[in-house]
């Protein structure tokens, strides 16, 4: 018997019209009865939004993400191990980039099952194309220290290594607004700052500007998932 196939299927980075899922990311979840979701609620959510015929009683949920017991994972990819198929699908964005699907994708590859990655928006990605900063050497940072002192140096060391290689973090939303304050009193007057937020949403914003001139610019950021990006001069 051969192994089914590993799926990483992209979601949407929010609730928009403007991004339609692909057809054949359509037919592929019609035809799939096992899934591993981040969260079952938002996964349960996609499956009902790009094939709602789908009937939600006949899906087979195993969920990964930081609350999953470490000794279970093995077992999720156990269907394809059996001929099945699987998608994997996180809560926002592509499987595996700074989300939840790495280690079963890693495991995966341990027992030989083919992994397709499908297209899709990730806003790592998407900010750096937006920002009009180095593309060729990049670094993703994910959440930087929460103690003051400690985030201070952080953003410190990211600025200077920020003259050839663009860095790239973000913050939990609902301190967006603190932490850019914070940005604006540490880095330099000249430091490129872009600010990519609510991504491929209809409230899109991206902007890349001088430190100082983020100074005089008004934004509210509260709330709306965002992606900061550094570049010095």
Known sequence: MSFGKLYLVPNKLGKSEQNEFPEFHRTLIKNIKYFIFENEKPGRAFIKDINPDKKQTELNIFILNKHTVETEINSFLNPCLNGNDIALI?????????????EIVKIAHQNEITVIPLVGPSSIVLALMGSGMNGQDFKFN?????????????IKVLEKTSLVTTQIFMETPYRNNKFLSSLM?????DTKLCIA?????????????????????KINLNKRPAIFLIQSD
């Open 142 to 154: 994910g959440y930087l220290p929460i103690d003051n002192n400690e985030r201070k140096k952080k």
């Open 185 to 189: 009193n540490i880095l330099k007057p």
């Open 197 to 217: 937020c609510d991504l491929t949403l209809k409230t899109e914003y991206i902007k890349t500007k001088r430190v100082d001139d983020w100074k005089s610019t």
């Open 90 to 102: 996180s809560d926002a964005g592509c499987p595996g980039v700074a989300d939840p699907g790495s």
